[in-house]
């Protein structure tokens, strides 16, 4: 006998396939401020009817009522990861409609982000301006009263990070497709004054892109931000025979996939990098979804994620080349001495 919250609301009118899978359990997101999602996000820029030409899309009805079984109780999907300017602006649109359908805002967590709401210069900055227009626009099409996660969408480099940091100051606020060093100046520059910091960062990292690793979870780890990656599955690169390095490492998920038992690949590059952080994951089919929520059930061992890192080899670069990561003693330490150190914590397993 299942139990069910007498303010928790299943979705009647559900049509996906039928699925028993949990996504949760719920974690706690960010160090910083007390909110537990489910591991896996979804990515709803395929959400709305206006960019058929460029990604694809999905008319009101099939977006509704596709992703309302996996992201309604009990499967305890409660994260959604939206734009301004998704579909134009027709994803919140239609996020909003089906939040408010069925009585659940209060259940979900709802990340947009600002800095893109036209094509208009003042719309598409880091302004305060632009940030005021942004999530008024959002608030009205999410048919909410509050956002809990916004993202400055991408650094426009004319704005200061002190006129930034200032209009964001009163909100709940992350990075995403910034440069490490802006997000290190502005957070610094915040605690200074006394505002808020940004404590979630979200980009592009997948097996086939790790640049990801160079600096950004350097940065995110010493200054306790949460990780929000998009793109795992390289943009479904590896379902192709195009390019050399796709075809490696899609054999390699192939035979990872067969050791494990399962038949998708996708959901071996999702395990992949499930292991540490709250993944943005797309689609638009619900079979999709259900295909990546099977990277839940696989536990990789370091073999099998050091078998999928040597098929591309990753050039960290300089400075890490000469000085290393801080996992180990650089040589000149190590050769004064013998030394020993705590090892970093090993990723929790969703």
């Known amino acids: 006998m299942s139990y069910q919250h007498p303010k928790l609301k299943h979705d009647e009118g559900a049509t996906?396939?039928?699925?028993?899978?949990?996504?949760?359990?719920?974690?706690?997101?960010?160090?910083?401020?007390?909110?537990?999602?489910?591991?896996?996000?979804?990515?709803?820029?395929?959400?709305?009817?206006?960019?058929?030409?460029?990604?694809?899309?999905?008319?009101?009805?099939?977006?509704?009522?596709?992703?309302?079984?996996?992201?309604?109780?009990?499967?305890?999907?409660?994260?959604?990861?939206?734009?301004?300017?998704?579909?134009?602006?027709?994803?919140?649109?239609?996020?909003?409609?089906?939040?408010?359908?069925?009585?659940?805002?209060?259940?979900?967590?709802?990340?947009?982000?600002?800095?893109?709401?036209?094509?208009?210069?003042?719309?598409?900055?880091?302004?305060?301006?632009?940030l005021h227009m942004s999530v008024e626009a959002s608030l009205k099409k999410l048919r909410t009263t509050y956002?809990?996660?916004?993202?400055?969408?991408?650094?426009?480099?004319?704005?200061?990070?002190?006129?930034?940091m200032n209009s964001?100051?009163?909100?709940?606020?992350?990075?995403?497709?910034?440069?490490?060093?802006?997000?290190?100046?502005?957070n610094q520059w915040a605690k200074f004054h006394g505002k808020t910091p940004f404590?979630?960062?979200?980009?592009?990292?997948?097996?086939?892109?790790?640049?990801?690793?160079?600096?950004?979870?350097?940065?995110?780890?010493?200054?306790?931000?949460?990780?929000?990656?998009?793109?795992?599955?390289g943009q479904h690169k590896q379902m192709t025979d195009e390019e050399k390095d796709v075809v490696k490492i899609s054999h390699k998920l192939e035979e990872i996939a067969k050791e494990v038992g399962t038949q998708h690949i996708t959901a071996v590059a999702v395990a992949y990098k499930a292991r540490y952080v709250f993944l943005l994951i797309g689609g638009r089919k619900v079979e999709h979804l259900h295909d990546n929520f099977e990277a839940l059930d696989i536990k990789l061992t370091p073999a099998q994620v050091k078998a999928v890192e040597e098929v591309l080899p990753f050039n960290e670069g300089y400075p890490k080349i000469m000085v290393g990561d801080g996992t180990h003693d650089p040589i000149w330490v190590a050769e004064a001495g013998h030394t020993a150190r705590w090892p970093d914590a090993p990723p929790l397993n969703p």
């Open 16 to 130: 996906s396939p039928t699925s028993s899978h949990q996504i949760g359990p719920l974690s706690h997101y960010v160090s910083h401020a007390e909110v537990r999602v489910s591991p896996l996000q979804l990515g709803a820029a395929s959400i709305g009817d206006k960019w058929s030409g460029i990604m694809g899309s999905m008319d009101k009805e099939s977006s509704l009522s596709s992703y309302s079984t996996p992201f309604m109780m009990p499967a305890q999907g409660n994260f959604i990861d939206t734009a301004n300017s998704y579909q134009d602006e027709t994803s919140e649109k239609f996020i909003g409609d089906w939040m408010g359908k069925r009585g659940i805002r209060d259940q979900m967590v709802i990340a947009t982000t600002d800095s893109a709401i036209r094509i208009q210069m003042n719309y598409t900055s880091n302004s305060h301006k632009s």
């Open 147 to 164: 956002i809990d996660i916004l993202y400055v969408h991408w650094w426009s480099f004319d704005t200061s990070a002190e006129e930034v």
């Open 168 to 186: 964001l100051h009163s909100l709940v606020v992350a990075g995403k497709d910034t440069p490490a060093w802006v997000v290190v100046k502005a």
């Open 199 to 233: 404590c979630i960062y979200q980009g592009k990292w997948s097996i086939l892109e790790r640049s990801f690793e160079r600096d950004i979870i350097p940065m995110a780890k010493s200054g306790g931000l949460a990780l929000a990656p998009w793109g795992v599955m």
